[in-house]
């Protein structure tokens, strides 16, 4: 691949990653929630969903979706499920951090599959993947050798902007300390969960 594969790539990356979808805004409100820290495994989650896509998109992507059918179906109705789901949990706090805390997902590798299957369940990261990524890299001259560059890339764009989403969203959770400021913080990520797990089930 030619250096400007590699930028083209980088600027179609950013501009996929910057606009918010449903895995920026889960990751916007668990760090509303519960601070930026708890969405590091979200994150990781989503970057390994987005390898996936990047290596089937490399080695018949259009193949896979059509052989997935009602499955992929089923994958994006339990995605936007478990995203509301978790949305209402959070409309349903009081507002302490101890309730809040109970309420969300356990362990880190609940977290993190939570990503993973936000990024499976996502339309936007199967259109990126199966229409753009062909259109602005030579996909017949990705070799063992160029694979690794874009890798890197892939993740280290999701990694900095969605890390970014969550650092802001943490500092702007730090202007509510009373509990009744909490409270609206979190019945306001709740409801960005909840959008969010919606706007995957019905598209």
């Known amino acids: 691949m030619a250096l400007h594969q590699y930028l083209t790539f980088t600027i179609a990356m950013i501009v996929y990653v910057v606009t918010p979808g449903p895995g920026v805004m889960a990751v916007?409100?668990?760090?509303?929630?519960?601070?930026?820290?708890?969405?590091?495994?979200?994150?990781?989650?989503?970057?390994?969903?987005?390898?996936?896509?990047?290596?089937?998109?490399?080695?018949?992507?259009?193949?896979?979706?059509?052989?997935?059918?009602?499955?992929?179906?089923?994958?994006?109705?339990?995605?936007?499920?478990?995203?509301?789901?978790?949305?209402?949990?959070?409309?349903?706090?009081?507002?302490?951090?101890?309730?809040?805390?109970?309420?969300?997902?356990?362990?880190?590798?609940?977290?993190?599959?939570?990503?993973?299957?936000?990024?499976?369940?996502?339309?936007k990261a199967i259109l990126f993947y199966l229409a753009v990524l062909p259109a602005v890299i030579d996909m017949a001259a990705v070799d063992l050798v160029t694979l690794l560059p874009v890798i890197i890339i892939n993740a280290l764009v999701l990694i900095i902007i969605i890390g970014t989403y969550s650092a802001i969203a943490a500092q702007i959770r730090n202007l509510f300390t009373r509990s009744s400021a909490l409270k609206k913080l979190n019945r306001g990520a709740g409801s960005i969960m909840i959008a969010a797990g919606l706007g995957i089930a019905t598209s």
Request: overall charge positive; charged content about 10%.
């Open 28 to 123: 916007v409100a668990r760090s509303l929630a519960d601070g930026a820290a708890a969405t590091i495994p979200h994150i990781l989650g989503i970057v390994t969903g987005n390898l996936i896509y990047l290596l089937a998109s490399l080695y018949g992507l259009s193949w896979v979706a059509s052989q997935m059918g009602q499955a992929f179906l089923f994958v994006k109705l339990a995605g936007g499920a478990w995203l509301v789901y978790l949305g209402i949990r959070l409309w349903r706090t009081s507002g302490k951090i101890t309730e809040l805390r109970k309420r969300q997902p356990k362990t880190a590798i609940a977290t993190y599959f939570t990503g993973l299957t936000i990024t499976a369940s996502n339309p």
